[in-house]
């Protein structure tokens, strides 16, 4: 099983800072995801990427995959207090009949007003 | 249209029982997979099940169970419970055709279990 670390593991920042939270591998992903899960709830996809090099970009989220396939950021811009959450990467894991995901252990930010 | 719905929300069982939690899927979806959440943790996958069969297996031992009925909805089945089983358990729906850049599951709100 393809290992994903994650950074920092947590983060409380206040509102209107920038942050950036990181997913690594030493193997080659072949696609990545990004989630939120927020407390009670269960992950929320925010975006997939599946090229190397790839920018993606989701109102103040900003989503970058490594040239390598071996890497992944997170970018946040101007954080508000409905940021706040669990952020997960997680690979796409591929077998003949269908796909789950690995997931690494998480970035926990608190963003305070 | 309902998004994935899990019950019971809440559950608290002692060691050495048997649990079994619930999943209906997404409107639409064909395929359900179960997560293991422990605290502090990123989900970790159990298993897969389509057209009723268990396709894919995590790193999970016997067990762990699970069933699919036809209308696609899901059961996950525990024996013998550990005091480690405590976690949040995840389901996922998703849609059996498309490639990787249509790849999406939909996860449920999670049982919250507590194992004493």
């Known amino acids: 099983t393809q290992l994903l670390e994650q950074s920092p593991q947590f983060l409380s920042i206040q509102e209107g800072e920038n942050l950036t939270v990181y997913c690594n591998s030493s193997?080659?992903?072949?696609?990545l995801q990004w989630y939120r899960q927020e407390p009670g709830e269960g992950p929320v996809l925010l975006v997939t990427?599946?090229?190397?090099?790839e920018v993606k970009k989701l109102k103040r989220l900003t989503f970058q995959f490594g040239d390598a396939r071996k890497d992944s950021s997170l970018h946040i811009t101007a954080a508000q207090p409905g940021d706040t959450g669990l952020y997960l990467c997680?690979?796409?894991?591929?077998?003949?009949?269908?796909?789950?995901?690995?997931f690494g252990k998480g970035t926990s930010l608190l963003v305070t007003p | 249209d309902a998004g994935v719905t899990q019950s019971p929300t809440h559950l608290i069982k002692t060691r050495g029982q048997q649990v079994t939690l619930r999943c209906s899927p997404k409107?639409?979806?064909?395929?359900v997979s179960w997560y293991q959440q422990a605290l502090g943790q990123g989900p970790q996958f159990i298993f897969q099940?389509?057209?009723?069969?268990?396709?894919q297996r995590g790193n999970f031992p016997d067990r762990f169970s699970g069933h699919q009925f036809p209308n696609y909805s899901s059961e996950l089945n525990v024996n013998a419970l550990l005091l480690g089983d405590s976690a949040l358990y995840l389901c996922?729906?998703?849609?059996?055709?498309?490639?990787?850049?249509?790849?999406?599951?939909?996860f449920g709100p999670g049982t919250r279990l507590t194992v004493t």
């Open positions: 409107s639409g979806h064909d395929t």
């Open positions: 193997s080659v992903f072949s696609s």
């Open positions: 099940y389509y057209e009723e069969e268990e396709r």
């Open positions: 990427v599946v090229t190397g090099g």
């Open positions: 996922a729906s998703s849609i059996q055709t498309g490639g990787i850049p249509f790849f999406s599951q939909y």
């Open positions: 997680a690979g796409i894991v591929r077998w003949d009949s269908g796909y789950a995901l690995n």
